[in-house]
């Protein structure tokens, strides 16, 4: 059973627009939330979390909402380069695990110029 | 810089030849993972040490193995590969109870069986 779900497998977006990518979860017990972004031929990297006593973050262009009530939460990325055209993963960890992530499916954001 | 390094990039092995991929560090986190991640799914954990303590998951095939001989090394052996063992092995990398920036990953070794 997929405890982090991205429904979307791929986003079109045109560059300057927004993006926004889904993520929901099942466990509530789930306390951070954060997102990755993969190139191709690499490993994931970083991008921006947030802990659920917020319901929002931001850094830069990048912006992660959280609806616990909902269970669900999305990355914003305003403006959208073509640079920004990757996979874009969402993990979630509960706190009494240390930092264990699940992993949802990925979402591959494709920017067009 | 430190990092988190993985080797070979690209793997091709026979079917039933056992296979070990690596994976280094030099961020001296304590904690190690091995991922494997197959196309278009989560990536998804086959096990991880806790400094020196192994903690397999309950659904790691047992052809699946890793060692790690200290801090910055992590091997990650698999026995006898078959062809439903190709994927992308990811290695990551984090500093227990650190959850500000979750893991640090390699680049992943892509294993191919033939």
Not at chain 1, 43 to 50: A, E, K, Y
């Amino acid at each position: 059973d997929q405890q982090v779900k991205q429904n979307s497998p791929s986003l079109s977006v045109q560059e300057g627009r927004i993006s926004i990518l889904n993520c929901d979860y099942t466990n509530s017990m789930f306390d951070y939330f954060l997102w990755y972004k993969k190139y191709p031929a690499e490993g994931p990297t970083f991008l921006i979390s947030i802990s659920s006593i917020k319901d929002k973050n931001e850094d830069g262009r990048f912006t992660v909402f959280l609806n616990k009530s909902a269970k669900h939460l999305s990355l914003h990325i305003v403006p959208s380069q073509p640079g920004d055209s990757a996979v874009y993963f969402c993990a979630a960890s509960f706190n009494n695990a240390g930092n264990m992530l699940t992993f949802g499916g990925g979402t591959r954001l494709m920017v067009k110029p | 810089d430190a990092m988190v390094i993985q080797n070979p990039r690209y793997q091709v092995t026979q079917f039933g030849k056992p296979v070990t991929l690596s994976c280094s560090q030099t961020l001296n986190h304590n904690v190690m993972y091995w991922y494997q991640q197959k196309s278009s799914q989560a990536p998804k954990l086959l096990f991880h040490y806790y400094d020196k303590d192994f903690n397999n998951e309950a659904d790691t095939p047992d052809n699946f193995q890793s060692r790690r001989p200290n801090t910055s090394f992590c091997f990650l052996d698999i026995r006898s590969p078959g062809l439903g063992d190709a994927a992308m092995y990811l290695c990551a990398t984090s500093r227990w109870g650190v959850s500000n920036y979750g893991y640090t990953f390699g680049s992943g070794t892509r294993l191919t069986v033939v």
